[in-house]
């Protein structure tokens, strides 16, 4: 055999590995190219775009299907909702909703929090209490028990301290009934009726010297003259019942009077009448005036300011701070029976409303053909590189093969 004649031995490997590599790699390259439709006058070059750029909406509805047919299925999402809501979980998430909306609270510059707070506490206090008001105080033991208490705690128990009785004794004498008002009270009192209605009396039942002086001097001339006296010389009685105020220490007896004065030092009967009549009082008050009472106060009163300092203290409040944590896991436990009973109906609502497929499609098609290529070579690149080589080694098989047949011939 001659050398010449060697190489149609050759070729035929060396040819068929070539063309093996490169037509597969050709083939991998027309999946992803041309990325977009090349055209020749008014025709379409056939194969472009490649077969995945064309193909890029059933590849997305295919994918889509397959995600939500295999992987993304109800149960599926079930389990995955479990895993994710667990009870560790919601409550850690909890607790950091908690803490950001106190965080969101402290620095509220626009007091956007303290308006909120102010017209919520409003409602409250000026319209819902007068409306449940009205309707406990139908009751027929409405405050009955919170009153007795009241008066069997407090007022039974009340007593004047000695500065308390001297303060309200200097204001009886000094503003509700200073010498002045006396004189008036006793010009008032005097009249001739009353002048004459003493007179008869003091002298039809009095006795001994009493009726002797009575019946022949009688008291009646001397009222008179002391009714005038107090009309004409109104400076001069003034100073007469002021002298006779501290002559008598009415001031020092009312201040013992007014010291000593108890609820406990009178009858048990009165006592038990006092409270009933007391609470009676009180009842009727709140069923006929107390809604209109408390409606007024609450338009009456600065809520904001209210509402500022209660936010205040609620900041700066370590129990407020320490309860978080015990608020995050009552709503936690609360959330987790909930979801332990709904969790599949509320997958099953949540699916349509996510429309995870229409997502899937909406991201595929999103893709362009490059980033799409780069992904999935990224994904099987080590596999469509194999492929190209195997290209190559059948190639040279074949050529072998060929080569072979020569031989034979």
Same mark, same amino acid.
Request: proline content about 4%; aromatic content about 8%.
């Given at each position: 055999?001659?050398?010449?004649?060697?190489?149609?031995?050759?070729?035929?490997?060396?040819a068929?590995?070539?063309?093996?590599?490169?037509?597969?790699?050709?083939?991998?390259?027309?999946?992803?190219?041309?990325?977009?439709?090349?055209?020749?006058?008014?025709?379409?070059?056939?194969?472009?775009?490649?077969?995945?750029?064309?193909?890029?909406?059933?590849?997305?509805?295919?994918?889509s299907?397959?995600?939500?047919?295999?992987?993304?299925?109800?149960?599926?999402?079930?389990?995955?909702a479990?895993?994710?809501?667990?009870?560790e979980?919601?409550?850690?998430? *909890?607790?950091?909703l908690?803490?950001?909306?106190?965080?969101?609270?402290?620095?509220?510059k626009?007091?956007?929090? !303290?308006?909120v707070?102010?017209?919520?506490?409003?409602?409250?206090?000026?319209?819902?209490?007068?409306?449940?008001?009205?309707?406990?105080?139908?009751?027929?033991?409405?405050?009955?028990?919170?009153?007795?208490?009241?008066?069997?705690?407090?007022?039974?128990?009340?007593?004047?301290?000695?500065?308390?009785?001297?303060?309200?004794?200097?204001?009886?004498?000094? @503003?509700? *009934?200073?010498?002045d008002?006396?004189?008036?009270?006793?010009?008032?009192f005097?009249?001739?009726?009353?002048?004459q =209605?003493?007179?008869?009396?003091?002298?039809?039942k009095? &006795?001994?010297?009493?009726?002797?002086v009575?019946?022949?001097?009688?008291?009646?001339?001397?009222?008179?003259?002391?009714?005038?006296?107090?009309?004409?010389?109104?400076?001069?009685?003034?100073?007469?019942?002021?002298?006779?105020?501290?002559?008598?220490?009415?001031? $020092?007896?009312?201040?013992?009077?007014?010291? $000593?004065?108890?609820?406990?030092?009178?009858? !048990?009967?009165?006592?038990?009448?006092?409270?009933?009549?007391?609470?009676?009082?009180?009842?009727?008050?709140?069923?006929?005036?107390?809604?209109?009472?408390?409606q $007024?106060?609450?338009?009456? @009163?600065?809520?904001?300011?209210?509402?500022?300092?209660?936010?205040?203290?609620?900041?700066?409040?370590?129990?407020?701070? &320490?309860?978080?944590?015990?608020? &995050?896991?009552?709503?936690?436990?609360?959330?987790?029976?909930?979801?332990?009973?709904?969790?599949e109906?509320?997958?099953?609502e949540?699916i349509?409303?996510?429309?995870i497929?229409?997502?899937? *499609?909406?991201?595929?098609?999103?893709? &362009?053909?490059?980033?799409?290529?780069?992904?999935?070579?990224? =994904? !099987?690149?080590?596999?469509?590189?194999?492929?190209?080589?195997?290209?190559?080694?059948?190639?040279?098989?074949?050529?072998?093969?060929?080569?072979?047949?020569?031989?034979?011939?």
């Amino acid at each position: 055999m001659e050398l010449a004649n060697l190489w149609i031995f050759f070729v035929p490997p060396i040819a068929g590995s070539v063309i093996g590599y490169f037509t597969n790699d050709i083939a991998i390259k027309m999946l992803f190219r041309p990325y977009k439709p090349i055209y020749i006058g008014k025709r379409k070059l056939p194969f472009t775009p490649g077969l995945i750029p064309s193909n890029q909406e059933r590849l997305a509805k295919k994918v889509s299907d397959t995600i939500m047919g295999s992987l993304l299925t109800p149960t599926e999402l079930q389990k995955l909702a479990q895993r994710l809501l667990q009870i560790e979980r919601v409550e850690s998430g *909890i607790l950091w909703l908690l803490q950001l909306g106190l965080e969101q609270i402290q620095s509220d510059k626009e007091q956007k929090t !303290v308006k909120v707070v102010a017209h919520i506490l409003q409602d409250l206090f000026s319209q819902s209490l007068p409306r449940l008001l009205k309707v406990l105080s139908r009751k027929e033991d409405f405050l009955e028990a919170q009153l007795n208490q009241i008066f069997d705690q407090i007022l039974l128990d009340f007593q004047l301290t000695e500065a308390q009785a001297r303060q309200l004794a200097d204001w009886i004498l000094g @503003l509700i *009934i200073p010498p002045d008002v006396m004189r008036r009270i006793l010009i008032n009192f005097l009249t001739d009726r009353n002048i004459q =209605i003493i007179d008869e009396g003091f002298r039809e039942k009095t &006795s001994g010297t009493y009726w002797v002086v009575a019946n022949l001097f009688g008291v009646r001339n001397s009222l008179i003259r002391l009714r005038s006296f107090c009309i004409d010389e109104p400076e001069i009685t003034n100073t007469r019942l002021k002298e006779l105020i501290f002559s008598l220490e009415v001031r $020092n007896r009312l201040r013992d009077w007014l010291q $000593n004065l108890s609820l406990q030092n009178l009858p !048990v009967a009165t006592v038990r009448q006092l409270r009933k009549t007391t609470r009676e009082a009180v009842i009727d008050y709140v069923q006929n005036r107390g809604s209109d009472f408390i409606q $007024n106060l609450g338009d009456s @009163l600065e809520w904001e300011n209210f509402a500022a300092i209660l936010l205040k203290r609620l900041r700066s409040s370590e129990v407020v701070n &320490s309860s978080l944590q015990v608020v &995050s896991q009552e709503l936690a436990l609360i959330l987790d029976r909930y979801l332990e009973r709904d969790l599949e109906k509320l997958v099953a609502e949540m699916i349509p409303i996510l429309s995870i497929d229409q997502v899937i *499609i909406d991201r595929v098609m999103a893709t &362009s053909p490059q980033d799409l290529e780069l992904a999935i070579q990224g =994904i !099987v690149k080590s596999e469509l590189q194999a492929i190209v080589n195997l290209g190559g080694i059948l190639g040279f098989i074949v050529g072998l093969m060929q080569t072979g047949t020569l031989l034979f011939r």
